[in-house]
């Protein structure tokens, strides 16, 4: 599978592009940059598509699953609880297109802080 980087000035996270409309329309989009912000525990960033919301989209995502957000549009990595999250889980602000999976641990975006630059690319 293809992979994608994200690159927040001092840290980096990769992630495997999933086999969906949302995957190819994003890495279609390629190289581009953003600004971080946050929301509890979740980064999320611009992102120059617009895509409408797929069938299986949901709100609850496990750590690691990267989102496309359709009402932004953006693109969500949730690593723990946000604002609306119940109990432990991980919410993002209303269903999301899941695009990716993260290759390792999503927890490093804790240091993420509202403004970073966020560079992403396909990794060749």
């Known amino acids: 599978m293809p992979r994608i980087r994200f690159d927040f000035e001092s840290l980096a996270l990769e992630a495997e592009l999933l086999d ?3 995957a190819k329309a994003i890495a279609e989009k390629l190289p581009y940059e953003a600004r971080a ?4 525990e979740e980064v999320y960033f611009d ?8 069938a299986n989209a949901r709100d609850v995502v496990t750590p ?3 989102a496309f957000w359709p009402d932004g549009p953006g693109i969500a990595i949730g690593f723990g609880p946000t604002p609306i999250s119940q109990g ?8 999301c297109n899941i695009f990716a999976r993260a290759t390792s641990d999503v927890k490093v975006l804790n240091k993420v802080r509202p403004g970073t630059r966020i560079r992403i690319s396909l990794v060749a």
């Open 20 to 22: 969906t409309p949302t």
């Open 64 to 66: 690691g699953e990267i």
């Open 37 to 40: 912000m946050t929301w509890g």
């Open 47 to 54: 992102v120059p598509a617009r895509l409408k919301r797929e």
């Open 88 to 95: 432990g889980e991980c919410r993002l602000a209303s269903p």
